[in-house]
């Protein structure tokens, strides 16, 4: 099978493209044929050697696919061959075949496309633990969303609207904010023009948000910590900026807020059943229309660098996936 390899770290163009050997499922995994891998921005990381989980070279890089169950190992019930899932392979997915293990594949509703299917998982599952069992939002509460256009930042505007929150999208561009607004955003923030802490107050009464869902870190962050409402929750769910920020601790006390981690790859690991009903809950908001998935770059699996260019030039907004065969 055609397969992209990493083996060694630097940039996409360090990747190779190259015929390699079928992956062979064991009795715990399941086989699958890919239509379409998603790609996401811990991907860049992973390549580079910057992320928190590294396997060894070589390997092919790409979590997360959408495709058909090939062939599936002896104790393996919960798919059989023929079936149209997603799947979490953690590793494998820029290739025609990829095995996954059974607890990271799901059978997806009819209604879903492979593209809409390999992009889904990682941002919606991780928008939605961090909305439902990280912060707890209620209804009428104001939730901001930093990097708002990007895959999880629409995930989780979506979700926000779902459970009834009035969402404050801020993002560095008009037309990533457009997309933002069409997502169901309520009200936007241009933060390269405005001062992020002063327009939140501004749009809340001089309260601050409630809920703050940050996949940016940085100077954003900073901001952030300064414009959360009394026990508010701050969500720490990635550094896109590339900066890890520091918080003065008195800040946590003046607001009375609490600082809350977001690790949805640990979270499906410690907490199966509770993930499991969340993809239950996500399916179901898809199948009602209340999701409605951005696939807005699509390329063909040879063009795997130019795919991932676009996390690093900054340009991501939605999905961006790679097309590995037509459905
Ligand atoms: N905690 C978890 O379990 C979990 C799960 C999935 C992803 N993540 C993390 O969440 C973050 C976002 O992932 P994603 O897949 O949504 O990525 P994405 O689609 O590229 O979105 C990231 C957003 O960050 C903003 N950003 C600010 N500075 C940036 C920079 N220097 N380079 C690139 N983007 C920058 C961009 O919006 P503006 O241009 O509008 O600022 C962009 O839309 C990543 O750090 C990822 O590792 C965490």
């Known amino acids: 099978m055609k397969a992209v390899l990493c083996k060694s770290y630097g940039p996409p163009e360090n990747l190779t493209f190259e015929e390699i050997d079928d992956p062979k499922p064991n009795a715990s995994e399941v086989l699958i044929d890919v239509y379409a891998a998603g790609l996401n921005f811990p991907d860049t990381l992973q390549i580079e050697g910057k992320y928190q989980f590294q396997p060894p070279f070589p390997f092919t890089p790409g979590s997360e696919v959408g ?41 997806i509703p009819d209604s879903m496309d492979m593209k809409t299917a390999s992009g889904f998982g990682m941002i919606y599952g991780t928008s939605y633990h961090a909305l439902k069992q990280r912060a707890d939002i209620q209804p009428g509460e104001t939730l901001l969303v930093l990097g708002a256009s990007g895959g999880v930042g629409l995930a989780a505007i979506e979700i926000g609207k779902a459970f009834g929150a009035r969402v404050i999208a801020a993002a560095s561009t008009d037309e990533k904010l457009q997309v933002a607004k069409n997502a169901g955003a309520d009200d936007l923030i241009n933060y390269s023009d405005d001062v992020l802490k002063e327009k939140v107050k501004d749009l809340t009464n001089q309260n601050g948000a409630d809920v703050i869902y940050d996949p940016v ?33 008195n800040l946590a006390l003046l607001k009375g807020c609490q600082i809350v981690g977001v690790f949805w790859g640990a979270f499906r690991g410690r907490e199966p059943e509770v993930h499991a009903q969340n993809t239950r809950d996500l399916f179901d908001l898809y199948s009602q229309g209340k999701l409605k998935p951005l696939v807005k770059d699509c390329f063909p699996l040879a063009q795997y660098a130019d795919a991932l260019n676009i996390f690093i030039q900054r340009k991501a907004v939605g999905k961006v996936v790679l097309e590995v065969r037509k459905e």
Not at 67 to 83: L, R, W, Y
Not at 221 to 232: A, E, L, P, T, V
């Open 67 to 107: 495709g058909i169950v090939a062939e599936v190992g002896a104790s393996v019930t919960n798919v059989k061959p023929g079936d149209r899932v997603l799947a979490m392979a953690g590793v494998g997915g820029m290739a025609e075949r990829v095995v996954a293990p059974e607890a990271g594949v799901e059978r």
């Open 217 to 249: 870190g940085g100077d954003m962050f900073d901001q952030s910590i300064r414009c959360i409402n009394w026990k508010g929750r701050l969500l720490v769910v990635g550094f896109a900026s590339g900066r890890i920020p520091s918080l003065p601790a």
